[in-house]
């Protein structure tokens, strides 16, 4: 299936005003606005953290999934796809993040 295929079986994030990715070390490396151009990704990881618990290996595999034709896309143009290549990353390191909501 298509990411936007995918998108529209993820639950709802009208409740978040976005969702901050936290690393091993306490220190905040990003976070995830609902905003355009941000909000599929905020689906995703949403879904991914309420799935698994955090954003680690699993998910990081199931997201890559649910990115689809997007995820062929970063693989040949890294840096085009920051949310994609962290996923990517975690595969390649083992090191995840735990996620922070934010509500709206």
């Known amino acids: 299936m298509a990411f936007a295929d995918n998108l529209k079986q993820l639950p709802s994030v009208a409740h978040l005003a976005g969702l901050e990715l936290i690393d091993a070390d306490g220190q905040h490396v990003v976070t995830i606005q609902n905003k355009p151009g941000q909000a599929g990704s905020l689906s995703v990881y949403h879904a991914l953290a309420a799935k698994h618990g955090a954003i680690n290996a699993a998910a990081a595999q199931e997201g ?16 085009k796809h920051p949310n994609i290549d962290r996923l990517i990353k975690i595969l390649d390191t083992g090191h995840g ?8």
């Not at 034709?69 to 143009?77: K, L, M, P, V």
């Open 97 to 104: 993040y735990t996620v922070k909501l934010i509500p709206a």
């Open 64 to 79: 890559l999934d649910i990115y689809a034709e997007h995820t062929a896309d970063a693989r040949i143009h890294p840096g």
